[in-house]
């Protein structure tokens, strides 16, 4: 089960990682950054104030590459920088939640560059491994992780200062949460807030920037239809995987390179609603409350073809009867291969609570 969910993940990793990376194999622009890590868990959930009684720490190896504008998309986004990281961080208490190693690519825009200091923000998506997990009998307080394997994200906020042409400072604010998307309950997941310093090591000094002028931006209109499927828990440690799917008719005007705007109408098929309305105090089930429609408005950041999509809908029509929510979410990170497919991953939220990841492919054009 934890194989099948984290092919599209890994999938994703390696597919961000090659694209990204994908210019001439060599050591130029390459450096090696070394940080140490310390902070403290989130308590998002009470249950956290009396199991966790430790500061986190950790530290993180990277490799990474810096980009000198040889396409438009690195002068637009101020020369970013790509990377692999593998961190490894402790979790305020390790007889219940044990550690967590994380692998995860990850790319760096930046706020502010100057000749000697750089502010700027980093993502990052991969695997984490956690050490310990859920088990009803020797670790029934661990509600948080109900996997070993499990979705790591990462956010940075960090400033990066030259001490020569080879050797920098790091330092900063990030972000970690780590879970497995509800595909294995318990699924509270773990946030940790830490600060960073380390240093970074150019294996070869980062050459010229380039700075060429920019064509004027020309105004798009993009239709895209798409089919998605993923799996869900019920939240009640089962360990059927219930199947789920989607159909979605998208528009988008390109108002910037950068930034596209735009909504859709949406049809989705949740399977286990019936086990999920059997719960004590739900209405009875009818077959049809497996689905639902709704339309949905969304904000597009883009970088050549790959882009960052943010999703807030509204049920219409079919609604959810098993949370009686009126609105639902999705993350995507989407990959247009050619001029006229796509495919990306999915996350539905209803607000902060987690449903559902979901792999898509689909059929675009331009007018």
Known sequence: MYKRFNIPFLFLMILVSAKLTGQEVSDKNLAVRMDAT??????????????????????????SKAST??????????????????????????????????????????????????LNNQFGLGIGYATKKFDLESNYENISVGSHI???????????????????????????????????????????????????????PVGDFRMTKLAAHETKNEFAFIYAAGG??????????YFTSSVSAEYKYHWKRKFHIGGGIDLSYDSATETEMSAPGKSDYRSIYDFRTGFHFSQELVYDRFSFILQEGIYVGLVDRVNNSSMYNRA??????????????????????????ELGFGYYFLK
């Open 69 to 118: 504008g040889k396409s438009y998309w690195e002068q637009l986004y101020k020369y970013p920088e790509v990377g692999l990281t593998l961190s490894y961080s402790t979790l305020g208490n390790d007889d219940v939640f044990g550690r967590e190693f994380g692998l995860f690519p990850y790319a760096q825009i930046a706020l502010i560059r100057r000749p000697k200091f750089l």
């Open 232 to 241: 869900k828990h019920t939240r009640a440690l089962q360990s059927t995987v």
């Open 150 to 204: 499990n979705v790591h994200f990462n956010f940075k906020l960090g400033t990066k200062w030259m001490l020569s042409k080879r050797f920098a400072i790091n330092s900063g604010l990030a972000f970690t949460h780590y879970s497995n998307a509800n595909m294995a309950e318990p699924n509270l997941g773990v946030n940790l807030f830490t600060a960073f310093a380390g240093i970074s090591y150019a294996v070869k």
């Open 38 to 63: 310390f902070g403290f868990v989130l308590p998002e959930y009470q249950h956290f104030n009396y199991l966790v009684n430790k500061p986190v720490h950790g530290f993180e190896l990277s490799l």
């Open 332 to 357: 995507i990170l989407r990959w247009k291969f050619n001029d006229h497919f796509l495919m990306h991953i999915s996350m539905r939220s209803h607000l902060h609570i987690l449903d559902y990841p």
